[in-house]
């Protein structure tokens, strides 16, 4: 039976990010990888690698080393976590990126029995005090003897440290490797709580520049999928932990350099940075690498309160960060403020950066953009590829406004403007019984979307209550309100979601236009699902007519449908329709009828988007009068046979509920 397809939406789901610091002791630092010029006393100055240009930096090689625990991964699990997860994630790393290479083999330095550190004045660098430990980890994997050099280690006598000395023989190396990743596969205590895909960290930091040199991922087994739906997480999820290890991290900032080499934060006589005051697992930062900013009048919905936020001033970032918001006054790049350590300035801040990867949790159609290019410059360990960086859409040219005040300013100023205030929304996903929900396209038109506005059983706190109206939502109700995603600052938008199709609990259903097996059979839209689709809004709901009855389509305000662009022109294609139908300016109707087989007339029409939103190349749009595309058949009366109407009316209103399960 066609109409007898039950659709329940579930909750718009977000995947945070459990990224965890390494603790201080965890991370071993002062790698020395060349060996040092000797035997005159001094040491190969460091100003060898200041002043580097371009030229001195070449495309980084980043060593794979699985551990025992991937061989406990099903066959299917196994061969696609080496032939495509890895390769397609780490592959991406290296094309990106370019170091400054090291001569020598990678070797890692052995880990000493206790935190317990001498100085060697001969190489003047800190000793193990009380002897090495007898095996060297890298988060939850044991670097191989191959991997180690000698154990280095100092006694203490009298107040001298002479007695220091070299046991055992070097291991082999790494040849031609910048970086060496660990890759474990363990159901550890943290995939388990967390509903975790995967965490990495770097653990071994090389002596010249700081630059990490080391680090491990650990592919949580449970979580790994080769389901068609799941590799868009997946593959950015393990981009986004490497990038944790190679430089994106709170534990690493106080160690970021210079574009001479010179670090950005001051260092104490080992040549480390000072300790936080209060926190174990990092190094305090210097504030022209992050710095503390006051938005002293942060608008909420009960009246100013004041905000600190943490921007990284990097010049680059700063830079990126003025250019993408067409903000020539902005500090710098704002800093996630929530999540706690590992999620709060480990990432870029969820309500301005929505989509981009680097943010603290996976939405939707995650991004890796000029912006996290621009702060894996400012570290002074590489230089990066910039046209391989991916376009954000969000928030780009929205001005000072937009990323200098709350989602709730910006909301509630537009509104009194009457004009948009994408990309935020704020129609309530559901109010606890049942309502309709309506899509909408989101912001970069590839998914179709919901407003993720929900109610919550406590009142928000009050500098994220952004709301001072919500249509069908009464005052007293509004500080429960706010968007479902909590690191954007609870500010509402279009996000998109998953189907759960009742009849066939196995099919799997979401929003993604790109993702052909997202069609339904028989679609009512005639939509279009696949690489070449995007999202389109429609004027008004779809309507059937037939004998004077008519059925309308309440809840969808948007489809997925084929583009293309043409001379300079976005077309848009349908379902098994003959022809692509041309937009010849912004908001032109494309206006779609049909007779279906049970001799209904369908009708609907489709709005037309600028045509530089999906096109590169367009010639100038004409204004004027809204132009119809009618497609299909030209204009038809509305058909009235003698056949029987099908009896399933009231199911064609699609009956929803939101999953909670
Ligand atoms: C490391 O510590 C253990 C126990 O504390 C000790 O038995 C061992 O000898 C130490 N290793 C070295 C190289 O000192
Ligand atoms: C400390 O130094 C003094 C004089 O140099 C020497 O006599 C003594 O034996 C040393 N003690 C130890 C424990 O090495
Ligand atoms: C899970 O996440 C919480 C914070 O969200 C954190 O405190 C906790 O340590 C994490 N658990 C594990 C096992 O990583
Ligand atoms: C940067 O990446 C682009 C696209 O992958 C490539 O064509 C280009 O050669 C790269 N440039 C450099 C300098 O590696
Ligand atoms: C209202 O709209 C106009 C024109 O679109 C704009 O110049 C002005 O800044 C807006 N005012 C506010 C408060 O957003
Ligand atoms: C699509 O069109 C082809 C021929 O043009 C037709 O055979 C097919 O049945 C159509 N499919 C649907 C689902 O309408
Ligand atoms: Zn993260």
Excluded at 297 to 321: K, L, N
Excluded at 330 to 350: D, V
Excluded at 544 to 562: L, N, S, V
Aim: contains cysteine.
């Amino acid at each position: 039976m066609r109409w007898a397809v039950l659709v329940f939406l579930s909750a718009v789901r977000a995947k945070p990010c459990s990224y965890q610091l390494p603790a201080i002791d965890d991370v071993v630092t002062g790698v020395e990888i060349d060996a040092r010029i000797e035997n005159d006393g001094h040491h190969r100055t460091k100003r060898s690698v200041h002043h580097a240009r371009s030229e001195h930096f070449q495309p980084m090689r980043i060593h794979l080393h699985y551990d025992e625990t991937i061989l406990g991964l099903s066959e299917e699990k196994l061969t696609y976590v080496l032939h495509s997860l890895l390769p397609s994630a780490i592959g991406y790393w290296e094309q990106v990126l370019r170091v400054r290479r090291h001569k020598n083999n990678l070797l890692l330095k052995r880990k000493c029995n206790e935190t317990f550190f001498l100085w060697d004045k001969s190489v003047r660098q800190l000793a193990c005090g009380k002897g090495c430990a007898a095996a060297t980890t890298c988060g939850d994997s044991i670097v191989p003897p191959a991997h180690l050099q000698p154990c280095h280690y100092c006694e203490l006598r009298n107040d001298t440290t002479d007695g220091c000395a070299t046991e055992g023989k070097p291991g082999e190396g790494i040849p031609e490797a910048d970086f060496v990743l660990y890759v474990s596969s363990k159901q550890t205590e943290r995939c388990i709580r967390n509903d975790t895909l995967a965490y990495a960290a770097h653990c071994q930091q090389e002596a010249l520049l700081d630059r990490p040199i080391a680090g491990h991922v650990n592919l949580c087994p449970s979580a790994l999928s080769t389901h068609s739906h799941d590799q868009e997480v997946l593959i950015s999820t393990v981009k986004h932990e490497v990038l944790h290890a190679l430089g994106f991290s709170a534990g690493l900032y106080a160690f970021f350099r210079d574009d001479e080499g010179k670090p950005r934060t001051k260092r104490n006589q080992y040549g480390r940075p000072f300790l936080m005051n209060d926190a174990r697992s990092h190094f305090k930062w210097d504030r022209s690498t992050i710095d503390t900013i006051l938005r002293t009048d942060w608008w909420t919905a009960e009246g100013a309160v004041i905000h600190p936020v943490q921007m990284m001033v990097t010049p680059r970032v700063r830079a990126e960060a003025r250019r993408h918001f067409g903000c020539a006054r902005l500090e710098g790049a704002e800093m996630e403020n929530q999540g706690g350590e590992g999620t709060a300035i480990t990432h870029w801040e969820k309500r301005i950066f929505e989509n981009e990867a680097m943010t603290g949790t996976h939405t939707q159609n995650p991004v890796y953009s000029r912006m996290t290019f621009a702060l894996l410059e400012d570290t002074g360990w590489y230089r990066v590829n910039y046209s391989m960086a991916e376009e954000l859409h969000w928030g780009a040219g929205l001005g000072c406004d937009f990323v200098k005040k709350s989602c709730g300013e910006w909301i509630s100023a537009r509104k009194a403007n009457r004009s948009s205030f994408s990309p935020f929304c704020d129609h309530v996903k559901h109010d606890g019984k049942r309502s309709l929900v309506v899509t909408k396209c989101n912001l970069q038109r590839d998914s179709v979307a919901l407003c993720n506005l929900i109610p919550y059983s406590k009142k928000l706190p009050i500098e994220f209550r952004n709301l001072d109206a919500i249509p069908g939502v009464q005052k007293a109700g509004l500080p429960y309100y706010g968007g479902s995603v909590e690191l954007a600052d609870y500010c509402p938008y279009n996000q998109e979601f998953e189907w759960k199709i009742s009849s066939e609990a196995e099919k799997r259903r979401d929003s993604r236009c790109e993702i052909e097996t997202n069609r339904l059979e028989n679609d009512e839209l005639m939509e279009v699902y696949g690489h070449n689709s995007r999202c389109f809004d429609f004027l008004r709901p779809w309507t059937e007519r037939k004998c004077g009855k008519i059925r309308t389509f309440h809840q969808y305000m948007a489809g997925c449908y084929e583009h293309s662009c043409i001379d300079g022109s976005l077309h848009i294609g349908l379902f098994n329709a003959s022809s692509l139908h041309p937009c010849r300016h912004e908001g032109q109707h494309v206006h779609i009828r049909k007779i279906t087989e049970d001799g209904w007339l369908r009708e609907g029409i489709l709005l037309c988007p600028r045509c530089s939103e999906l096109c590169s190349e367009c010639a100038e749009e004409k204004e004027g009068t809204i132009y119809e595309e009618y497609v299909g058949d030209p204009p038809l009366d509305e058909p009235c046979s003698a056949t029987v109407l099908a009896p399933t009316v009231l199911l064609f209103s699609l009956i929803l509920s939101i999953g909670r399960s």
